[in-house]
DNA sequence: AATGAATGAGGATTCATTCAT
DNA sequence: TATGAATGAATCCTCATTCAT
């Protein structure tokens, strides 16, 4: 078997084992038998357990990122673009379930070798989001309420924090999971209109009773 | 030494070690080192590892509901409730750091012990909010733009990833972390816009270019 | 609670649970909470594991040989005493199965500490069984036939080994033990007229076929 | 090394330690090092102390039994295939002793693991003896003296207590222990009268002085 | 390209034992 | 007389990793 087939079979069998079980509970043992390889072969072509670990989230998180950033093409709109990117986001995860389990479950466990890879593809996702809102804003053209960027950077979090839930959450659901399309409907119906006011200088206060 | 005190300085040092490194990957040794006890008095308090875990979760579940749930006053409208829920929420994982990055960060893997007790203190966090927004519906007076349970767990998950994201996110800038008031009015600021259109029976809905 | 008093329920207790453990699996903990005490008080009144193993031995071969020795009337027939030091013996271990149980179980181990005491219960049991048995041979009065000292060993050994096993046996059958004098009645049956036997010079032999 | 000879050298190593300790007295390290072995490879071979224990207890009661039952000829009279057994019974105890101190030492212990299937290989033995003896009297073709099973198993008891003791015994004076054979005979001498009078109906009985 | 054989290091857990009171 | 608090030392077991083939 050639050895491009051998390690994808490995990177696979990996994915679903450090999603199953976390990094590390994860035993060599246990991903060498489900690649069907053995444990030497798994070391010569991947070099240790961290190095694994690397490769997958590398992997996984490139195609998250490709999946999601080539779904929002340049022309459109700001709604549009983040509509059309979280369309493509929930459709990922829901394809890939053990990799977005594995990406998103120890996305911040500090100890853990490549906490900071996944941070950074983290924050990868939520620059782009950030960008988009920016984007937003300037569409609104209105110099006069454009959010610091410190602000932004919190709006992103909030979406990108409550993107991940709702695909967790879509995922246990593995019988009758929505369809990406609801599911970045919902985001955007609670998102959206706030977003905007915001963008128009708008903010929710307390009410004083 | 007294017991009581003994046993509060473990879960203290546990909850630590769990947050630092992950519950696999959390020795006994070092929890013992750190709590300033030796290895066969943690024990011989807490059992076994597993018990030790689920002691912390279940101290640290149970003071962060408490802290959500004692905040909302039940007389007060359900966006003043949210508001309130969220300010305490956000003090609180400021203020315990460690607890809370313990209680997010495993929050769903499957196969380690307690992942249930963790997915069920999430849950009731979600049921908490699903009813402050059933309620802010029903402040609405308007029967006919009722959301379905099924929508109001959706939009309660994504409000509360929202906020996990954004105590993740303030937690990280230990220097300069903003107030828990700021940090709950972003969040209030992105969702209660939508939320209070998506009871009024409006929705946002992609615009074709 | 005086200490003569503890110290027996001390032994009590060890002696239960070297029974049901053997002498390393047996923990102190076990032995203490039986008792009905603190550990501390335990080493206290007998010092060490090994010790209290020594002083249960003591106790219950002593209380043994006592009821075997003292059951066998001088002035009989060495049959008859051999019948009666059997009657007690099975008595004894049917009264006491704990204290047979330790007694018997560990008899050759010799790793153990104690395996010592054990061996020379044990031996004092065989010599006591090879008297009567030479004492038989004596009231025969046939010097002729006397069986050297090597064979009157073995002939006790074989003899106590069976009364051991039988011991055993009667013991198993909690609900529907039978009676010490049948237990001896079946060992002096299979027994007494070979040795009758040997004593008056006939000996089995191979027939060849 | 290949792997069965590794094996083989294992369990040797572990039926001498288990002889010498005990079963719980006896450590994984010294087996291994006596196994010229690494603990893992012991571990992996047999996966854990409990497996190795029952592979030592399955092997060497397999290999005795087979060594009395394929001793006894079964066109033989009874007491021919009596005096063949024990011969071999013998034999084999004397060349294996640290196999025989294995089964022997703990067979009557309850809470170790496997204690079922050192009583198991017991009563093997046990039944066979009855078989023998119940085959010896209906060699007698006086079926009104027949025994109840419930006897001959009393009996078979006696007899096997008695081998195993003559067996320890023998195994005792390593330097000058009687060849099997004459072990063989003493037991024959002490019990095939006693046996041979039951079978015709004769009890011994107390005499009253 | 592939693996059976092998291990050093470390982790959870238990236990006999002691001290301060 | 009696004990709550505490631990050093072992023991079972697992795992990432390597070598010889």
Redesign the interface.
């Known amino acids: 078997m050639p050895r491009a087939v051998r390690e994808r079979q490995m990177l696979d069998a990996a994915v679903e084992v450090f999603a199953?079980?976390?990094?590390?509970?994860a035993s060599m043992d246990e991903i060498a038998e489900l690649a069907g390889a053995s444990k030497p072969l798994v070391y010569l072509y991947l070099n240790s357990k961290e190095e694994l670990y690397g490769a997958c989230i590398r992997r996984e998180s490139r195609a998250l990122l490709d999946a999601v950033q080539s779904a929002a093409d340049p022309e459109?709109?700001a709604?549009?673009r983040l509509?059309c990117g979280l369309r493509a986001f929930f459709a990922h995860t829901a394809a890939h379930p053990s990799a977005w389990?594995m990406l998103?479950?120890?996305?911040?466990?500090?100890?853990?070798p490549f906490a900071q890879a996944l941070a950074e593809l983290r924050q990868e996702i939520v620059d782009f989001v950030a960008q988009l809102i920016a984007a937003a804003g300037r569409d609104q053209e209105r110099a006069g309420a454009a959010l610091d960027a410190e602000?932004v950077?919190?709006?992103a979090?909030?979406?990108?924090?409550?993107?991940?839930?709702?695909a967790?959450?879509a995922n246990t659901r593995a019988d009758a999971a929505?369809p990406a399309k609801e599911?970045a409907?919902?985001?955007?119906?609670?998102?959206?209109?706030?977003?905007?006011?915001?963008l128009n200088g708008?903010?929710?206060a307390?009410?004083r009773?």
Chains 1, 2, 3, 4 share one sequence.
């Open positions: 199953r079980r976390g990094y590390s509970a459109d709109s709604d549009r509509w389990a998103s479950c120890q996305a911040r466990i500090h100890g853990e602000e950077s919190g709006l979090h909030a979406l990108v924090g409550a993107a991940e839930s709702l967790g959450w929505p599911t409907a919902t985001l955007m119906n609670v998102t959206w209109a706030g977003l905007e006011n915001l708008q903010r929710w307390p009410v009773p």
